[in-house]
Nanobody, 126 residues
């Protein structure tokens, strides 16, 4: 059974930082890109960042470029999202996602995701 388990969410003041982690298990994730989506109340789930298995291709949504950094540790089947300079508009539930590498373009559609985590809440206070 494939599982993606996120951790690291919480409450932080604007300008602060959080580091999200996602541990994957249940299958081999070689040739799988890993990514993060987020969903704010009343809004659609949106792509945030993704990284291919090799780490050679990394993509971010424009609104987080320069503030968020995605990375992965393939030996531990774990992907990270370092979030700095957080803003109130970053408040959302953050979901880890896994998708086969070939599906990843410069962005990723939620409908193309193969596996989802359960989500972790991030709240940024002003």
């Amino acid at each position: 059974q494939v599982q993606l388990v996120e951790s690291g969410g919480g409450l932080v003041q604007a300008g602060g930082s959080l580091r999200l982690s996602c541990a994957a298990s249940g299958r081999t994730f070689s040739n799988y890109a890993m990514g993060w989506f987020r969903q704010a109340p009343g809004k659609e789930r949106e792509f945030v960042a993704a990284i291919t298995w090799s780490g050679r291709r990394i993509y971010y949504v424009e609104s987080v470029k320069g503030r968020f950094t995605i990375s992965r540790d393939n030996a531990k089947n774990t992907v990270f999202l370092q979030m700095n300079s957080l803003k109130p508009e970053d408040t959302a539930v953050y979901y880890c996602a896994a998708v086969q590498d070939y599906k990843l373009g410069t962005s990723l559609s939620a409908s193309g995701v193969d596996y989802w985590g359960q989500g972790t809440h991030v709240t940024v206070s002003s």
